[in-house]
């Protein structure tokens, strides 16, 4: 880990819109084992993360970290990419051009699902 990271990891973490998943994808991503192990459990969660990824690209590098959190964690970053172009064509970027994302909460909930069945 790269001491640039860290420290726009900490500068991030100084702002007004870190969420629980966001926060331990960048703890992981430093390094840093996080208290809570938290998925983004609905759209709101996960655009904490996209603006997490935006914000610091280089947090995309630490995907395969992020994915040995937890099976669920494996899912979310195996299906990153479905999962931000959901979210876009739906709301846009940090919900630019709505204020519901059902279509992204179904898939969040089905990804969750297939992975309590398996």
Known sequence: MSENLALKVLEWTAGDDVGISSQC????SCGVKPKYKCTPSDPADLNRCLKLVKQI?????????ISKISNHWKSVIDNWDLLEKTFIDEVGFDWCNGRRAPETYKLMKELEKKVKTT
């Open 25 to 28: 994808m960048a703890f992981v």
């Open 57 to 65: 690209p280089e947090i995309k590098d630490k995907f395969d970290q």
